[in-house]
């Protein structure tokens, strides 16, 4: 009220007495409408702190700038020494930290940087603060502080101390730091629940720049993934002109070796055969042997050249993958192997309607190959039998398949089909299954039964190419059975 009103309120009072008495009556009416008014005030600058703060989170991520600008807005407002955003170091259990952001008087000291460690924070208030506990100190002396707490008081020159948790989801990432330093300070409960929204709003943004954090990191690592996975692809671009390069070498070697050098073995059988012909009376007996042996060798080398020309051109075609009837293909060659050989009593056992995805052509070779050495290895037998089917069993992740040890092997190849040739021949030593899928490795002799040992080899590298695995148990005279796949095996 002012001097005009009590001016006009004291000419209407009969006297001085009566004047006093009813300003004193309108000073206690008016005293809490004013404390009402201030309150209403602070509650507006209160709410306008909170509108910037989220604002500010709306427009920025960076909780730098953030924490500056809340901090600076908080003291303000509070009439505060210093407000502080105070972090715990990771892996520190609560026990150590530093102040990250502040806003502080200037007469006072910066409590940034500073690292503080406090040996019972983790053990005893930590838990606490990550409940939401909130330590609203009046004097720190007076308290009942412990004595290292007041310590680390008391070299930022607080005196009246009010501490909120800063929360990173659940996780008790801070705290939130009021502090009064040149006298003691009673907190408000109105100023107790602004900090604690603050803080509330802080932890949000905590939260979403943890989040940032993480979907920058993913965005780095797809990045690095991309970039590997160019380098990888220039390095297989490379790799694939290497190999085309590699692949005209190999063309051209075998045409030279299909061409240069049937030549001269064209000319040595010739010329052999010519002087067992023409000759003949002018030879001894060891020396027409000694043409014959020539002559075998020659034939020999040109059937081992024809064999691995067969073997490079298994491994350089291109594949035309279809569904190919296994069953028919089969057949075929068992009834072409009984009109060569009439004969011979062998019974055959081919599964009908077994159709797998592949190429036609090397398909018919790997039955080729397995079935011929089927007959062959039953040749020494009046009666034999041979047997062509399919296997299907449930998935298993226990299933550890060996092409060379076989007493890993087993038919049930994680729930995809497993083709076999079973033969009731001659079988062979399992001792030397490592020779068997090799080169030119041969198990029997010449002189058993013939042959070049490039059979299983040009089946192994036919059944990689189609992803699958081929492999084998015998035992001698109790026969042998051949096993592969078509299809990649799943390891679960």
Same mark, same amino acid.
């Given at each position: ?225 991309? @970039?590997? /996975? ?5 390095? *297989? %671009? +490379? =790799?694939?002109? !290497? ?84 069953? @028919?293909? /089969? ?5 072409? *192997? %009984? +009109? =060569?050989?009439? !004969? ?149």
């Amino acid at each position: 009220m002012n001097q005009e009103q009590l001016a006009r309120i004291r000419d209407l009072c009969r006297d001085d007495a009566a004047f006093e008495e009813l300003q004193q009556m309108l000073i206690a009416h008016m005293q809490p409408m004013e404390q009402e008014i201030d309150r209403t005030h602070l509650q507006v600058e209160q709410q306008k702190t909170l509108f910037h703060v989220v604002t500010r989170l709306r427009e920025s991520l960076d909780l730098q700038t953030l924490f500056q600008a809340t901090a600076a807005e908080v003291r303000q407002l509070l009439a505060a020494d210093r407000v502080g955003m105070f972090r715990f170091y990771a892996d520190s259990g609560w026990n150590d930290g530093e102040f990250v952001s502040e806003s502080v008087a200037p007469a006072f000291p910066s409590a940034i940087a500073q690292r503080i460690h406090d040996h019972c924070f983790g053990d005893q208030f930590a838990i606490h603060y990550q409940e939401g506990r909130v330590q609203n100190v009046a004097d720190i002396y007076s308290a009942g502080l412990s004595d290292c707490h007041i310590q680390i008081l008391a070299q930022f020159q607080v005196r009246a101390n009010l501490v909120v948790p800063l929360l990173q989801g659940r996780h008790l990432w801070g705290l939130l730091c009021i502090h009064q330093c040149r006298v003691s300070r009673q907190w408000q409960e109105a100023e107790i629940e602004f900090v604690q929204q603050i803080a509330g709003h802080l932890g949000v943004a905590l939260k979403q720049a943890e989040l940032l954090a993480e979907l920058r990191a993913e965005v780095v690592e797809r990045q690095q993934a991309e @970039q590997r /996975a160019h380098k990888l692809n220039q390095g *297989l %671009q +490379q =790799a694939i002109v !290497e190999l085309k390069a590699v692949n005209k070498e190999l063309e051209a070697f075998s045409y030279s070796v299909s061409h240069d050098l049937r030549a001269p073995l064209r000319s040595i059988d010739g010329f052999s055969q010519a002087l067992l012909e023409d000759c003949l009376e002018q030879l001894d007996t060891h020396g027409q042997d000694y043409l014959r042996r020539i002559r075998s060798a020659t034939q020999r080398m040109g059937q081992l050249i024809d064999d691995l020309l067969t073997l490079a051109r298994v491994t350089r075609s291109e594949m035309q993958k279809a569904s190919v009837d296994l069953s @028919q293909l /089969a057949s075929r060659i068992c009834t072409q *192997l %009984q +009109q =060569a050989y009439p !004969e011979r009593q062998v019974e055959f056992a081919i599964q009908k309607d077994l159709v797998a995805y592949g190429d036609r052509h090397l398909l018919q070779v790997v039955l080729d190959n397995l079935l011929n050495n089927a007959w062959k290895f039953t040749s020494r037998y009046p009666q034999a039998r041979i047997e062509f089917g399919v296997m299907r069993a449930e998935r298993t992740s226990e299933t550890n398949l060996s092409e060379t040890n076989p007493s890993e092997t087993n038919p049930q190849e994680n729930g995809i089909p497993v083709y076999f040739v079973r033969d009731d021949g001659v079988g062979f030593d399992m001792t030397f299954i490592d020779k068997l899928f090799k080169p030119f490795q041969r198990l029997h002799g010449m002189q058993e039964f013939p042959g070049n040992g490039i059979g299983l080899a040009t089946t192994q590298r036919i059944i990689h190419r189609h992803g699958g695995r081929v492999w084998a148990e015998g035992a001698l005279g109790q026969g042998a059975t051949f096993y592969f796949t078509l299809e990649e095996e799943i390891r679960e």
